[in-house]
């Protein structure tokens, strides 16, 4: 919580520090002075070329004395318009209010409809997952030394798999099928764990694990479907129903997967036609 509430103050100092030393580098007086310069600059300018045209004979002595009239009358103008803009410019204090009003507001906005559990929530859901992440490793490095826990290797690939860490979990899947004498469910987990690793791309290596798992139980579910999926994105629509219809067939009715799976055969009907 230090560190959030300090990282929020050197946001807020660099957002002031942007508003601000424009403010304080720029005095009022020399962006006055600045504007009244250029006003009587363009005025004698605009003198001069009266005076020019006097001389070559396009304006006479009254057109003149006229012109110049016209000109300091300009220039009072243009005084009156540059007061009336300081009158009603901001300053240096409303911008000033502005930047410090603004973090308090947003602070004020915060406490009443923030949730500073919700942050607490995130940091302690974090620390969990590195304990878990430790302890995964000092798991992985005990059945290491033991090396003849099947069920230890296959509990580990799942604990992977949950954490989307798919290459860990295909060789831990691999270890336990190893041990296990390479029963069809661990044959299942171990293709679905190389399938996502490998891009879901479809290789020799999954075809023939999904083959042996099958060829000892044809209602392997994790197998089928894979079976179904590799089918599908070759074109070969009708194994594909197959493959599915068989999954399906080893769901409970109740369960909600087989309507997914329903519109996944009705796809491949379709297309299959």
């Not at 600045?34 to 020019?52: I, K």
């Not at 006097?54 to 005084?79: I, K, N, P, S, W």
């Not at 500073?116 to 859901?125: E, P």
């Amino acid at each position: 919580m230090i560190a959030f509430w300090l990282y929020a103050g050197l946001l807020f100092a660099a957002a002031l520090a942007f508003i601000l030393v424009p403010q304080l580098h720029i005095p009022r007086g020399r962006v006055d002075a600045d504007r009244t310069r250029v006003n009587v600059g363009l005025y004698h300018e605009r003198l001069h070329e009266l005076q020019e045209q006097h001389r070559v004979g396009v304006f006479d002595a009254a057109q003149l004395d006229l012109g110049r009239a016209e000109a300091a009358r300009e220039l009072l103008d243009d005084t009156r318009r540059a007061e009336y803009a300081v009158d009603f410019s901001m300053g240096r204090s409303i911008p000033l209010a502005v930047a410090l009003s603004t973090p308090l507001l947003a602070l004020a906005l915060y406490l009443h409809w923030g949730s500073l559990d919700q942050l607490k929530l995130t940091r302690q859901r974090a620390a969990a997952q590195n304990v878990e992440k430790i302890a995964m490793r000092q798991e992985a490095a005990s059945l290491a030394a033991t090396s003849d826990s099947a069920d230890g290797w296959s509990s580990l690939g799942r604990a992977y798999m949950a954490q989307g860490r798919m290459s860990d979990a295909s060789r831990a899947y691999e270890r336990g099928a190893a041990l296990a004498g390479r029963p069809p469910e661990l044959l299942g987990d171990w293709a679905e764990a190389e399938y996502f690793a490998g891009g879901r791309q479809w290789t020799p290596k999954l075809q023939a694990l999904t083959n042996e798992a099958l060829a000892s139980n044809p209602r392997e579910a994790v197998s089928l479907k894979l079976a179904g999926m590799a089918a599908f994105q070759a074109g070969r629509y009708s194994d594909a129903v197959g493959y599915w219809e068989r999954l399906a067939a080893t769901m409970p009715e109740g369960d909600l997967s087989r309507a997914s799976i329903a519109k996944d055969v009705a796809r491949a009907r379709d297309l299959a036609k």
